[in-house]
């Protein structure tokens, strides 16, 4: 049994997310599936590449108290928004965060059974210091 114990040491549960080399071999495991040649896009560039900071404004028809709760619980389920808000009567949704606009849109039509209309996408650049300044088109 100590043997067994030598050849195979627990796997490490932390994992940086780092785009070197070294931590997207070790992240690899994680993904459903992984290039042959080390040259190709991996799943993983794919997801560091296609995951922006970004604010999205959405029209869906909200006309009454419970289709207002149905798109706040959906909302409040994605757990890659950091901030939403909810415009009962202009029939607008805003949401912020790390996220693909397309996932999220599809994820609440799929949910609320209720017709999604992306209207504007802005992708945010974050500084080190903490300030905001929106990408220019």
């Not at 040491?9 to 042959?36: E, G, V």
């Not at 560039?45 to 419970?66: E, Y």
């Not at 504007?120 to 300044?133: A, H, P, R, Y």
Request: charged share 25%; proline share 7%.
């Amino acid at each position: 049994m100590d043997k067994q114990r030598k050849k195979n040491p627990p796997p490490s549960s932390s994992y940086s997310f780092a785009t070197s080399n070294q931590s997207i071999r070790r992240l690899a495991c994680l993904l459903p599936f992984r290039t042959s040649h080390p040259k190709e896009l991996s799943a993983i560039h794919l997801f560091f590449m296609s995951h922006k900071f970004c604010c999205m404004t959405m029209r869906i028809n909200i006309d009454c108290n419970g289709c207002y709760q149905k798109i706040r619980r959906t909302l409040l389920q994605m757990q890659e928004l950091e901030s939403h808000l909810i415009e009962r009567k202009q029939c607008m949704v805003s949401v912020c965060g790390v996220f693909v606009p397309q996932d999220i849109a599809i994820r609440l039509r799929k949910k609320t059974n209720r017709r999604v209309e992306i209207l504007e996408i802005k992708e945010v650049d974050i500084s080190n210091d903490g300030s905001i300044t929106p990408k220019p088109p």
